[in-house]
């Protein structure tokens, strides 16, 4: 009997010994996926922690703000009301204005606004959707001013056939390209991220949404996520800086071919404003996600994301307006008109 009691004793014992550390993993698990699952908001920790300069900060950044907007809105309702500016350089220039005012109207409000409240949180969702728009904007950025090189090189070397190759058709399927593939990879990415767990530490080290500081947030195997985003930033980056290093050496080459100084003159100057807006723009972009970080502290891929989501907008209309007559005069005519309009009320 007492024997048959031993038995059943070390039975239990043996079933509560292999089956309980199966039972206490599997509820872990499913609590710890609970909890991973139960993130809805993100807190963003800003441009400074400094008291001191959120006042400065703020207005200035506001100013940059109304500027970009304004001369934005201007340049795309100029490109597209003016009969004189239905080229394909103002085509491409109305196209850019819109990435412009896209990628700096999804960081810039939210920036501001973050200026006045406590804690700067976002939510889950609006975190993926700033970040999807974000992605889309800045990559049709990068083709379009790789589309604008392109057409210079047309018009320099090729100014006999330049209305034929650059028809409305060829204009339209050079900005259609990168909206379609931008989406595209906008998409790719923030499905990816979002449908991996973050861990409960959701504080991003940034004023906005961005890949790679949601990336450092990733409690799975984010391995491939990281490697893929890497892959595809580094490809948008090289390539499309290459066809705009390759249209600017055809195009050197040339103009130094020209007999003609007035002519020369004139292309230079006809390429200046883009080269000053290509410079700027991957200067920043090659800082903030091509430099190793370990480089570099973390403010400075603050200040680089700064310049490329609000100064360069804000320079852009400025560049093109200040150094082109046609724009000038465009202007000048639309603010005749409203002027009349008014006279006449």
């Known amino acids: 009997m007492y024997m048959h009691i031993y038995i059943h004793i070390c039975m239990y014992m043996y079933s509560y010994t292999y089956t309980c550390p199966c039972m206490y993993i599997y509820i872990y698990t499913k609590v710890e996926k609970h909890n991973l699952t139960m993130l809805n908001e993100f807190i963003l920790t800003g441009l400074t922690d400094c008291p001191e ?6 207005g200035l950044l506001l100013i940059i703000y109304m500027i970009s907007m304004v001369g934005n809105l201007g340049m795309i309702i100029l490109t597209k009301t003016d009969f004189k500016l239905q080229t394909p350089m103002y085509f491409f220039l109305r196209h850019l204005a819109v990435t412009d005012l896209g990628y700096s109207t999804t960081v810039g409000p939210k920036m501001l606004v973050n200026f006045f409240v406590d804690e700067n949180t976002i939510s889950y ?24 090189s392109y057409d210079h090189y047309v018009a320099i070397c090729s100014p006999l056939l330049y209305t034929i190759i650059m028809s409305q058709r060829t204009c339209c399927v050079l900005v259609a390209i990168p909206c379609f593939y931008s989406t595209f990879i906008a998409l790719l990415v923030t499905i990816k ?78 390429c200046g404003s883009h080269l000053t807006m290509v410079v700027g723009f991957y200067r920043s972009l090659i800082v903030t996600y091509m430099q190793p970080k370990s480089s570099y502290p973390f403010d400075t891929d603050k200040v680089a994301s700064i310049f490329y989501t609000l100064v360069m907008p804000m320079f852009n209309p400025l560049i093109y307006s200040l150094r082109n007559k046609d724009l000038k005069y465009a202007l000048y005519r639309t603010l005749k008109k409203i002027c009349n309009i008014f006279s006449t009320v």
């Open 125 to 148: 969702y609006c975190c993926a959707i700033q970040l999807a728009f974000f992605l889309m904007f800045i990559i049709s950025e990068m083709f379009i001013l790789s589309a604008m």
């Open 53 to 58: 300069l959120l006042a400065p900060l703020f």
């Open 193 to 270: 991220i979002f449908n991996l767990y973050f861990c409960g530490y959701n504080i991003i080290n940034h004023f906005y949404c961005d890949a790679l500081p949601l990336l450092s947030l990733l409690c799975s195997n984010a391995h491939e996520i990281e490697l893929m985003f890497l892959i595809l930033s580094d490809f948008c980056l090289i390539s499309s800086l290459l066809m705009v290093l390759v249209s600017y050496l055809l195009i050197l080459v040339a103009i130094l071919r020209m007999n003609s100084a007035e002519g020369r003159h004139k292309s230079f100057s006809t």
